[in-house]
């Protein structure tokens, strides 16, 4: 190759006694070139006929030696051919090339060196001398070139997504392609336009003596929004900082010294730097299924997506703010929190109460993140509503196409009510077939109870002591956390109330030996002597609101063939600990090797879109059917079966229930850890991410609501969600998504014991 190279070159330039060594390429090939002192760049790209290609490559060049106009050598600079012309297409091997010569720019890469503030700051005004020299020019080739590089084109990187191998990184790529078409897209016919270079990643980018001096590769050149030049530049300056907005303040302070950048830009900033990793990771994914051996396209693919699941712990209003306060824009301030709350208070009750001594103020959420309107990103440990992640991009998506085609109620045909419950009950035991779709958790049990009343004609419920069922009457009626608060309505007549199994603080203790069988005799018992038969048993797995207690092992198992047997139907409220949350079950009834007559559904049931259900026999369902005519007005609308069946999908796809299980286990192990260091930690419960634990008074187990209170309002301060429950209110409770993982579980618990360590500490 040298010899016919070297011909070549002294042929087409006059060169003399040529070095060549050939170069790593993207997509063509490149040929490093020394000639005495002097050294070029020699491009070919392969030529089959390609107008487009050679007008591209025409268009760049005549940008470089546009570049040349201003007196400097930070460009490569376009040599001319013997013949004056600058691009030509020549035989190379027998295969017709596009070629073209460039001066070698000397230096070292950005990513070789050591970063420094100064060395950024140059970067900053390097590219922003860049960007106003490129102002001046205009170029129609580039104007028209659509490319998946250009973030302004993200779309055209749709197609990559599902090379991505694994479900949750692509659900996050997924997060932020809808987050650019709900922020940046209303935002692209406001913002400035021109050429830019469109690619100053850290290996285009050269330096000496600490400082930017140079760019190269123009090949991917745009006319484009001129802020995607620096969502590009601090993308790759920052993807492996530990602290990516400090760098990118850097970087933005000094570009704005020079251009000043707008308001407008600086607000889609964050999105536009997150489009431009999930471009890279797109990009990479893509290489590597049409070319696996070929590594090159994936050197920036580790970095890229640590950086994404770091942006998504970083608030967006934080970075906005942020780069604001770097070029001395006003930050707005937001309501304060007393404001928020008077309005609310001028029309909703004080019955209604909030979290927190200090209350939060939410704007935005992302998965196990919500931010709040000052910036902070809280870690939410405890809010199981949005059961495969807040704002889940599969389930927004669901809701947003179905309701802009159909919503409609059940009087009508339509797919996806037929569609969502055949996937509903796909994962129900097989006598379990009918299904009654409503809006809430509360309605679900008051036609439960209903349902179970026409069923077997009988009156009584028996009822879980401190179980909690919802909000209308009846769930009221069959509530003993409602009925029995100092509060309440009390207990009606037609209540048959049930001992909790509890084996932390109950009569029979985890020392008693087969605990849940003597709890379930003395149910039978009550059973047994009740005035009035029973119509259903309704309870919770593990109750929630009495702490996250677990019945008693044996107990249900026992308890309902005596409902049955004097003509009752079980009914397991699964809206807690239903859709995976145990971890080793779906639902929690099967930890109890049970199969209930009714289950009773709703909370993460579609992510957080009211929803809830009733299941049941087909026996139930005929004797229900028999009676008036049901309907829901909501119930089972297209909307709510398109966003159910989403979440269905989303626990499949991301494994999550797997994911339930291995953190949770994490998760709780690492409880069990701290319980060894302070006393103060009584009992640890529940099971996949569904956990309790007790803070009791030392060495006895008297609750210690105070510390628990205080555990509560310390971990808000660091910004983590958790909250606590149970009768006394003593137990810290966590629920977090599904899509937690071990480094969250491990902050919590890590978070737990400093709080912990102060408050022993100061005491
Ligand atoms: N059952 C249980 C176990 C619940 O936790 C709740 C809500 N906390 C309900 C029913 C009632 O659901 P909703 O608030 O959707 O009416």
């Not at 709350?341 to 009750?349: C, D, L």
């Not at 440990?381 to 059940?410: D, E, F, R, W």
């Not at 909790?500 to 018992?525: F, H, L, M």
């Not at 609750?703 to 808000?716: F, S």
């Amino acid at each position: 190759m040298s010899i016919k190279m070297d011909e070549l070159l002294k042929n087409e330039f006059g060169f003399n006694e040529i070095e060549t060594k050939t170069l790593d390429g993207y997509e063509n090939e490149n040929y490093r070139i020394k000639t005495g002192s002097d050294q070029y760049i020699f491009k070919t790209y392969q030529y089959i006929d390609n107008d487009e290609l050679l007008a591209l490559v025409k268009a760049e060049n005549e940008t470089l030696l546009f570049l040349q106009k201003t007196p400097n050598k930070n460009y490569p600079k376009p040599i001319p051919f013997l013949d004056g012309s600058f691009i030509k297409i020549l035989t190379i091997d027998g295969e017709k090339k596009i070629c073209r010569m460039l001066t070698f720019l000397d230096g070292e890469f950005l990513g070789d060196i050591k970063p420094t503030k100064h060395l950024f700051e140059s970067f900053g005004i390097f590219l922003a001398e860049t960007d106003i020299k490129l102002q001046k020019l205009s170029n129609y080739t580039i104007k028209a070139r659509e490319q998946v590089w250009d973030i302004q084109y993200l779309d055209l990187n749709k197609k990559f997504i599902n090379d991505i191998p694994n479900a949750k990184d692509r659900n996050i790529v997924n997060y932020f392609f809808q987050q650019f078409e709900e922020i940046v897209r209303p935002e692209l016919p406001y913002l400035r336009k021109q050429i830019i270079h469109n690619d100053a990643n850290e290996w285009n980018v050269l330096s000496k003596n600490g400082e930017v001096t140079g760019f190269i590769d123009f090949g991917d050149l745009a006319h484009s929004l001129l802020i995607n030049e620096l969502a590009i530049a601090i993308t790759y300056a920052c993807y492996d900082k530990e602290n990516p907005l400090e760098w990118a303040s850097v970087i933005l302070k000094s570009y704005h010294s020079k251009l000043p950048i707008k308001e407008n830009e600086i607000k889609v900033l964050y999105y536009l730097i997150a489009a431009r990793l999930s471009i890279s990771v797109c990009n990479s994914a893509h290489s590597r299924k049409i070319s696996p051996e070929n590594t090159y396209a994936s050197v920036s693919e580790k970095s890229g997506w640590n950086m994404l699941y770091r942006w998504l712990s970083i608030s967006p209003i934080e970075a906005e703010n942020t780069f604001k306060e770097a070029i001395g824009l006003r930050i707005e301030n937001p309501k304060t929190i007393d404001e928020v709350a008077e309005k609310r208070n001028q029309h909703i009750s004080s019955i209604l109460s909030l979290s927190y001594n200090e209350p939060i103020y939410m704007v935005r959420s992302a998965f196990q993140y919500m931010y709040d309107a000052y910036g902070n990103t809280f870690l939410d440990a405890y809010n199981n509503i949005p059961h495969v992640g807040h704002s889940h991009p599969k389930v927004v998506a669901a809701g947003q196409q179905q309701m802009a085609k159909l919503n409609t109620n059940t009087r009508y045909l339509y797919d996806q009510l037929a569609e969502y419950a055949e996937k509903l009950l796909s994962k129900f035991p097989a006598s379990l077939n009918k299904v009654y779709f409503v809006n809430s958790g509360s309605a679900a049990s008051d036609l439960a109870i209903r349902i179970a009343k026409i069923h077997t004609r009988n009156k009584k419920i028996m009822v879980m002591e401190h179980g909690y069922h919802g909000h209308t009457q009846t769930a009221t009626d069959i509530s003993d956390y409602k009925f029995n608060n100092p509060k309440g309505q009390g207990q009606k007549d037609f209540i048959l109330k049930t001992q909790i199994p509890d084996t932390y603080r109950g009569k029979y203790t985890s020392n008693v030996k087969n605990a849940g069988e003597k709890y379930a005799q003395e149910a039978i018992t009550l059973i047994e002597n009740s005035d009035l038969a029973i119509a259903a048993f309704i309870s919770e797995p593990i109750v929630g609101c009495a702490g996250q207690v677990p019945l008693a092992d044996g107990y249900l198992k026992d308890v309902y063939p005596a409902i049955r047997k004097q003509g009752g139907v079980c009914i397991s409220d699964e809206v807690q600990t239903g859709f995976g949350r145990l971890g080793d079950y779906f639902w929690g009834f099967e930890a109890h090797n049970v199969v209930p007559d009714m289950v009773i559904i709703g909370k993460p049931m579609a992510n957080g879109h009211p929803m809830g259900a009733v299941i049941c026999t087909d026996e139930i369902a005929e004797s229900f059917s028999k009676g008036v005519e049901f309907f829901s007005s909501f119930g089972g609308n297209p909307v709510s079966c398109a966003v159910a069946k989403s979440v269905l999908e989303v626990i499949e796809d991301e494994k999550l229930q797997e994911n339930a299980k291995t953190v949770g286990d994490f998760y709780k192990s690492l409880f069990f850890e701290l319980q060894k260091k302070y006393n103060c930690i009584g009992d640890i419960r529940g099971g996949g991410l569904f956990l309790g634990m007790e803070i009791i008074k030392e060495n006895s187990i008297e609750p210690n609501v105070k510390l628990a209170h205080h555990i509560k309002n310390e971990l808000r301060n660091r910004n983590i969600l958790i909250s606590t429950d149970g009768p006394f209110d003593s137990v810290i409770k966590t629920k977090p998504a599904l899509c937690f993982t071990k480094e969250d579980a491990k902050k919590v618990v890590d978070n737990i014991d400093e709080v912990l360590k102060l408050y022993y500490n100061n005491l």
